[in-house]
Nanobody, 128 residues
Framework: QVQLVESGGGLVQAGDSLRLSCAASGRTFNTYTMGWFRQAPGKEREFVAA????????AYADSVKGRFTISRDNAKNTVYLQMNSLKPEDTAIYYCTADRSRPYSDDVREGRYEYYDWGQGTQVTVSS
């Protein structure tokens, strides 16, 4: 099992930026897809972004395209989510997750049940 620890959340105003980080344990980080999901109060957990093992392929939810950027540093076992032009509707707990079922795959998936390892989450609150 891989341990995932998110950081970087906080309270910001609309239009501001934040960068979330997720540090992973283990030696095989560079072989699997990483993703970010979020969950707002009273709503289902939803896909935000994902990145394949090499960083060469990414996917984004329509609601964040053009504003958020996912990246990874395999030397540091860390995945990032750069969030720009934040909106109040981005307020949620953001979860880092890993899909270790398909090593070295370029098939970046968006379904919540494709991922088995989850961090504890970090709160992002955007005020208007």
């Amino acid at each position: 099992q891989v341990q995932l620890v998110e950081s970087g959340g906080g309270l910001v105003q609309a239009g501001d930026s934040l960068r979330l980080s997720c540090a992973a344990s283990g030696r095989t980080f560079n072989t699997y897809t990483m993703g970010w999901f979020r969950q707002a109060p009273g709503k289902e957990r939803e896909f935000v972004a994902a990145i394949n093992w090499s960083g060469g392929k990414t996917a984004y939810a329509d609601s964040v395209k053009g504003r958020f950027t996912i990246s990874r540093d395999n030397a540091k076992n860390t995945v990032y989510l750069q969030m720009n032009s934040l909106k109040p509707e981005d307020t949620a707990i953001y979860y880092c997750t890993a899909d270790r079922s398909r090593p070295y795959s370029d098939d970046v998936r968006e379904g919540r049940y494709e991922y088995y390892d989850w961090g504890q989450g970090t709160q992002v609150t955007v005020s208007s």
